[in-house]
């Protein structure tokens, strides 16, 4: 079992999300992430077994805070197509807050697979809202029935990638222009 990771540590590792985005996981080591974020790498290793461990670390920090965020934005009681629009501006929101962070997060996917805790925060902050939305749109006829595990998956991408282009080729995400481009094609094409 993890130890908990003390506060005077855990707000320096948000850092070490730079080197990561930079070199990937592979390419950084704890030594690389000890000498930037200031903190002995036997510290790092008392708390983290390797890389592989900070790296779910700064993602479940970030996939944290979006479900925080997002579960703020359903808490109205408007129209789900007027809630899914405040999910979505809250996904984007945290993802161009945390540029280094939101680049991990979509460049290991793939490594989510393997890590349980991760793909289950993945679920919390960015499918299961939006299945739910998709739900209760159709059932309140604010939003036209669908397959909703298939389209919560195709939103998810739409704000992930969306999201990451931004960041990589435009060197910052702009939340809410992205929103109106995204809400563009996937909340109107989503109108009954």
């Known amino acids: 079992m993890p130890r908990a990771v003390p506060p005077a540590i855990a707000s320096k590792l948000p850092a070490a999300a730079a080197v990561f985005a930079e070199h990937g996981v592979d390419g950084t080591s704890i030594k690389d992430v000890s000498e930037l ?22 993602l ?8 925080r965020r997002v579960a703020d934005a359903l808490a109205s009681g408007e129209a789900a197509i007027h809630r899914l629009r405040a999910v979505l501006a809250t996904q984007l929101e945290v993802l161009g807050a945390n540029p280094d ?5 979509v460049a290991n996917l793939g490594r989510v697979g393997r890590l349980s805790d991760i793909a289950s925060a993945v679920d919390a902050a960015f499918h299961e809202p939006v299945r739910d939305l998709l739900a209760a749109g159709a059932a309140d ?3 036209r029935p669908v397959n909703v595990e298939r389209t919560a998956s195709a939103i998810f991408g739409a704000v992930a990638l969306v999201g990451l282009h931004e960041i990589l080729f435009r060197g910052a995400l702009d939340p809410s222009e992205v929103l109106e481009d ?6 109107r094409g989503l109108a009954p």
């Open 37 to 58: 974020i200031g903190v002995p790498r036997a510290t790092l290793y008392y708390y983290f077994a390797g890389k592989e461990d900070i790296l779910a670390f700064l």
């Open 141 to 143: 006829g604010s939003l």
């Open 101 to 105: 962070a939101a680049q991990l997060l």
């Open 60 to 67: 479940q920090s970030l996939l944290d805070d979006i479900a």
């Open 182 to 187: 995204v809400e563009e094609l996937l909340l």
